[in-house]
């Protein structure tokens, strides 16, 4: 962004829906936008206009320097983009109506990354990059249909990797909030099914990407 958005532009940006981000207003109030950074053209029909991150900052009041040092954990360290979590990061997580957004953005771009690079355009079934980055993506599925992840003195899902290709080892803590994890990754494309630990006896899921 070259220079504050004028008046008109805030209040084109403030009437942008609170979750996705969408835009109303005319093709030149839109253009002007897009060309500050604040928004962007969906490629696909009906090319709707979205804000960016930074357009969804300038309608967020500027937070006090303390909330903004406690902000800071919602991303990976070192890392400039999102990141799902997986339960257990020694970064506290702050949620809110951004957080909600940013999980919210993600998981509509990985819809739209299914439909780009699946052979059928399915989005019901994960796509390459999920098989390649399973940690990720099966976060970010609990994450964005509202399940809470794990934090340091607070119960949630927690994902790890395992030594099976293709799976992941999704705990919970107890059986209904287990089941409940299932059943989300079950709607967004995965396979997954309970087994105990032989030595602690803990219930957990094995979780793989559908292929069919």
């Given at each position: 962004m070259t220079r504050p958005p004028s008046a008109a532009q805030r209040r084109v940006i403030e009437g942008a829906d609170p979750v996705t981000g969408r835009l109303?207003?005319?093709p030149a109030q839109l253009a002007a936008l897009v060309k500050q950074g604040l928004a962007f053209r969906h490629p696909r029909p009906p090319h709707d206009h979205f804000l960016t991150p930074a357009g969804?900052?300038?309608?967020?009041?500027?937070?006090?320097?303390?909330?903004?040092?406690?902000?800071?954990?919602?991303?990976?360290?070192?890392?400039?983009?999102f990141a799902a979590r997986a339960g257990g990061e020694a970064e506290p997580l702050v949620a809110g109506p951004a957080r909600r957004r940013e999980v919210h953005s993600a998981w509509q771009g990985l819809l739209e990354l299914r439909r780009m690079t699946n052979p059928?355009?399915?989005?019901?079934?994960?796509?390459?990059?999920?098989?390649?980055h399973l940690v990720?993506?099966?976060?970010?599925?609990?994450?964005?249909?509202?399940?809470?992840?794990?934090?340091?003195?607070?119960?949630?899902?927690?994902?790890?990797?395992?030594?099976?290709?293709?799976?992941?080892?999704?705990?919970?803590p107890d059986a209904r909030a287990l089941a409940a994890?299932?059943?989300?990754?079950e709607r967004a494309g995965w396979q997954a099914g309970e087994y105990t630990e032989p030595r602690t006896r803990t219930r957990?899921?094995?979780?793989?990407?559908?292929?069919?």
């Open positions: 109303s207003a005319t969804h900052r300038v309608r967020e009041p500027a937070p006090e320097p303390q909330a903004q040092a406690q902000a800071a954990p919602e991303r990976a360290p070192g890392a400039g983009v059928d355009s399915a989005v019901d079934r994960p796509c390459g990059w999920e098989r390649a990720r993506a099966a976060a970010l599925a609990l994450e964005a249909a509202g399940h809470r992840p794990a934090g340091g003195d607070t119960g949630g899902y927690r994902v790890r990797a395992t030594p099976q290709p293709e799976a992941v080892a999704v705990y919970a994890c299932a059943a989300t990754l957990y899921l094995l979780a793989s990407p559908r292929r069919v």
